[in-house]
């Protein structure tokens, strides 16, 4: 019975191969709306409150606060997920001058928001779920740095580390519990970028309760691009555990607005909020949000098990700590080298399915290559063979088979 389910599966993905009209093309992260983000736009364009202020800004901040229960039950939404990250940086004192620890793999808005602020990326390498290496930073806490009072000093440059930025990568989460059990006592602030988590959770290992990614630093921030797994068109997110912190940074998100009248201003401040209208869309995908993670979960599940006999195809997982919103599915082909990678994507995109790989490292990018590392050589290693592959809230099985089969054919050549 199983050679046959082959035979069948063969012969469908020969007929499709040759059908150039049949194929449709399968977009990596797609959004999906549900039907109730009309409703929502149209109440807010009845109610004249379409600008940067107004009820539907303050109830898509309530509720972001209550979705991921938010320390204070507060949230501050921005223009973008990396203006929140700006944001952040600033509340937290980061100066010029000083280092923020960061993981290489990670989109280049984390670490483009360090040099907003004059400070200096020190680049990671990864582990296995292509998150932050927490065993390379302790070492390189342990031998790299020193301790004066509160702060952490970089042995070599004399640098003073302000701050570290974990990234939840793909929905997967970085144990931040353990990274503050790494910078107890010491003043370096913990911000995690949590732009592709929303509503991953991770177990305490404290409580024992799970415990929502972006919740645990100082502060947290999250994104609603069009490709996450909930879109507000545009935007972000701040949470936190410091209320001050939190109050500041909607300050300066408001232009550091002191006196409305009279536009008197004691700060420098930004242009980042976020409009009643994308708020509007948000508040209707918010409520949309466990059905997205269990949609998500459900491909991801699927792909496990379509891939599962493959030997050179690994589907990267979570641990049993973690609950991750899957937000994308991503293999590692275990004897690609970048030629092959850069020809699998071509190769997918003829069939009309759109898969990428990660982020080029950004060590390596013209802007930052002058930056320390330590031991990115996981990252290096591994990035040849990560493609990231459709995830779509919206995939079927169907469409789910078809991408692993093919997969599997052109990584077996």
Not at 199 to 205: A, N, T
């Amino acid at each position: 019975m199983n050679g046959l389910v082959e035979i069948s599966k063969h012969i469908r993905l020969v007929r499709t191969m040759f059908n150039p009209e049949k194929r449709k093309r399968i977009p990596l992260s797609e959004p999906l709306l549900y039907g109730n983000e009309k409703e929502w736009v149209l109440r807010c364009l009845e109610s004249n409150w379409v600008s940067s202020s107004g009820p539907f800004v303050e109830q898509f901040e309530d509720e972001i606060a209550q979705s991921v229960n938010a320390p204070h039950k507060k949230s501050v939404v921005t223009a973008s997920g990396t203006a929140a990250l700006h944001l952040a940086l600033l509340t937290a004192g980061v100066k010029p001058g000083e280092l923020v620890l960061v993981p290489t793999l990670t989109f280049i808005a984390t670490v483009n928001a360090i040099n907003y602020v004059g400070a200096e990326p020190l680049f990671f390498g990864s582990d296995s779920r292509l998150c932050m290496d927490l065993n390379s930073l302790e070492e390189f806490l342990q031998n790299e740095c020193r301790k004066e009072g509160a702060h952490f000093v970089h042995k070599s440059s004399s640098r003073r580390i302000s701050a570290v930025m974990p990234v939840h990568v793909l929905g997967f989460t970085v144990d931040v519990f353990r990274l503050r059990s790494l910078f107890t006592d010491s003043s370096v602030a913990i911000l995690e970028d949590a732009a592709e988590s929303m509503g991953s959770l991770v177990k305490s290992p404290i409580t024992n309760d799970w415990v929502t990614s972006g919740t645990i630093g100082d502060l947290g921030c999250y994104s609603f691009n069009g490709n996450k797994i909930i879109t507000s068109g545009g935007g972000g997110s701040i949470v936190g555990n410091n209320q001050e912190w939190l109050k500041r940074c909607k300050y300066l998100a408001n232009q550091a607005k002191d006196d409305a009248l009279f536009f008197e201003h004691h700060s420098v401040g930004y242009n980042y909020r976020m409009t009643s209208l994308e708020a509007a869309l948000g508040i209707a995908q918010l409520k949309n949000l466990s059905t997205s993670i269990e949609r998500r979960t459900r491909i991801h599940l699927q792909y496990r098990n379509h891939l599962k006999n493959a030997d050179n195809v690994e589907v990267i997982e979570g641990l049993s700590t973690e609950q991750p919103n899957y937000w994308l599915t991503a293999v590692r082909i275990k004897n690609w080298n970048l030629d092959q990678l850069r020809s699998g994507i071509f190769k997918l995109q003829e069939l009309g399915i759109e898969a990428r790989p990660v982020w080029t490292l950004n060590h390596t990018q013209a802007p930052y290559r002058k930056c320390a590392t330590f031991k990115p050589q996981s990252s290096e290693a591994d990035y040849p063979k990560i493609l990231c592959i459709p995830s779509s809230s919206n995939l079927t099985e169907e469409e789910v088979g078809f991408v692993a089969d093919n997969v599997v054919r052109i990584a077996a050549h």
